[in-house]
Nanobody, 116 residues
């Protein structure tokens, strides 16, 4: 069984930065594709960024150039560095681990609020 624990959310002013962390238990982290998703009030959950087991990264257009996803397989941890935050980045951010069709796990989410 895999557990994912996110941390690092909070309240930040527009233009500010936050760094989210997601720590995973278990032994499959190193072979998994990790992703960050977010869900704003009244909206569907959307994909934000992903990183493969080999370190290839992908971003949705709205965050490309502002957010950076990274991972450390020795620490079973993935991060999302968020810079130049905008009000529209406000959402609950979720970490997801994908290691096959039957191996999909989600964290509990961490709130990010961007407001002046």
């Amino acid at each position: 069984q895999v557990q994912l624990v996110e941390s690092g959310g909070g309240l930040v002013q527009p233009g500010g930065s936050l760094r989210l962390s997601c720590a995973a238990s278990g032994s499959i982290f190193s072979i998994a594709t990790m992703g960050w998703y977010r869900q704003a009030p009244g909206k569907q959950r959307e994909w934000v960024a992903g990183i493969t087991s080999g370190g290839n990264t992908m971003y949705t257009d709205s965050v490309a150039g502002r957010f950076t996803i990274s991972r450390d397989n020795a620490k079973n941890t993935v991060w999302l560095q968020m810079n130049s935050l905008k009000v529209e980045d406000t959402a609950v951010y979720y970490c997801r681990l994908l290691a096959g069709i039957a191996a999909v796990y989600w964290g509990q989410g961490t709130q990010v609020t961007v407001s002046s």
